[in-house]
């Protein structure tokens, strides 16, 4: 269970995609406008993730290292595999959440080309291939799902900064994207606070 703990603090906070690896980082600046936009793109991330990061495992350990093709199939198949469930994310929030679907518009298939999402999957997948299957899948998952809550977090208190800053008294230079890259950038700065901790 420790092992696990460090491992979501280490996903949400120390090793966080979007402020310390800087991955992600378009949805991150492009949806974090309002907080329901960026909750609803993070809850997305964080399905894609953990899912992505499972098959991806059980692609890799069934497929891939059994017969030889790891070194030069493992990126291709990762992306086809989150491309499809960024598909099958979008066609359920289109039917379930379509006002969601609307606010997040080009933003949601970007989910397939955000690097965050293959940095999970790609991040641990050689350690964690010489563990026996079960604890591989879950360890890989955890690291999946541990790592969409933390760009969720990093999207939520982007987005809760800028809408306060729609109404802040800005010099009209600082509008919109820059100073969201300078709150970006303050935000980073006080995670780095973490380092060492994991």
Excluded: H
């Excluded at 980082?25 to 936009?37: E, H, L, N, T």
């Excluded at 641990?124 to 010489?130: K, W």
């Amino acid at each position: 269970m420790k092992e696990y703990f460090v491992l979501m603090f280490g996903m949400v906070f120390v090793q966080n995609f979007v402020l310390n690896q800087f991955l992600g980082i378009c949805p991150f600046i492009g949806v974090s406008k309002k907080r329901d936009a960026a909750l609803g793109m993070g809850m997305a991330v964080v399905f894609v993730m953990g899912l992505s990061c499972f098959v991806t495992m059980l692609v890799y350990k069934l497929l891939l290292l059994p017969y030889g093709l790891a070194s030069y199939l493992d990126i291709m198949s990762f992306i086809l595999i989150i491309a499809a469930l960024v598909q099958f994310v979008e066609i359920v929030m289109r039917k379930l959440a379509p006002d969601l679907y609307r606010a997040l518009g080009i933003y949601l298939p970007l989910i397939s080309t955000n690097c965050a999402v293959l940095g999970s999957t790609q991040m641990r997948v050689i350690e964690f291939a010489g563990l026996p299957l079960p604890e591989a899948l879950l360890k890989n998952t955890a690291l999946g799902v541990f790592g969409g809550i933390g760009f969720t977090l990093a999207l939520f208190l982007m987005a809760s900064l800028r809408e306060r800053l729609e109404f802040a008294p800005l010099p009209q230079p600082l509008r919109g994207i820059p100073i969201a890259f300078l709150t970006a950038a303050g935000m980073s700065i006080a995670f780095f606070a973490f380092t060492g901790i994991v």
